[in-house]
């Protein structure tokens, strides 16, 4: 009798864990939307650099 009760603790854990990674992928599926509508040139953009410094060109390794 008790295994029962164990299954639908189970049963009710699962599907409070499986609403939950729901719920993440919907808010991360609109942030990626919200942030494809953004202009190319819009400030705050995550792959800009915070300086305006050139980045600095490497030399090739020497063998």
């Known amino acids: 009798m008790i295994e029962i009760e164990y ?6 854990q699962l599907l409070r864990e ?3 990674e729901r719920l993440a992928r919907t808010v991360t ?3 990626r939307a919200a942030r ?7 400030a705050g953009t995550g792959a800009d650099s915070h300086t305006d410094r050139p980045r600095r060109q490497r030399l ?3 063998a």
């Open 36 to 42: 494809r509508a953004e202009p190319a040139g819009s």
């Open 7 to 12: 299954q639908k603790m189970h049963t009710a």
């Open 29 to 31: 599926r609109g942030r």
């Open 18 to 20: 499986a609403e939950q």
């Open 60 to 62: 090739p390794r020497t």
